[in-house]
Nanobody, 123 residues
């Protein structure tokens, strides 16, 4: 079965950077699309960045120009480079996988597999 393990979270000051990693296993990379989500205390989980079937990427408006999603298919690793971090970026960040199909890389309900999350705190 699909397993996702995130790492790279931490505490940074506003304006700083972090790079999150997610190692994926147990699936055929060409069949699955991956994405990043986050959840702040008391709020719903929201899509941050994700891949569509054709390799195109989507970003939440709040992170456009600051975050970059990428992947290394050889290492089966998904990344999220986060620059110019703001306090409102604080939250638990999750890596997720779904069978590629309809557009919707930022739609949490389309994803079937989730990692355990890594905490990002910006002060």
């Amino acid at each position: 079965h699909v397993q996702l393990v995130e790492s790279g979270g931490g505490s940074v000051q506003a304006g700083g950077s972090l790079r999150l990693s997610c190692v994926a296993s147990g699936y055929t990379s060409s069949s699955y699309c991956l994405g990043w989500f986050r959840q702040a205390p008391g709020e719903e989980r929201e899509g941050v960045a994700g891949f569509e079937r054709d390799g195109l990427t989507q970003y939440a408006d709040s992170v456009k120009g600051r975050f970059t999603i990428s992947k290394d298919n050889i290492k089966n690793t998904l990344y999220l480079q986060m620059d110019s971090l703001k306090p409102e970026d604080t939250g638990l960040y999750y890596c997720a996988a779904r069978l590629c199909g309809a557009l919707g890389s930022l739609a949490a309900h389309l994803y079937t597999n989730w990692g355990q999350g890594t905490q990002v705190t910006v002060s």
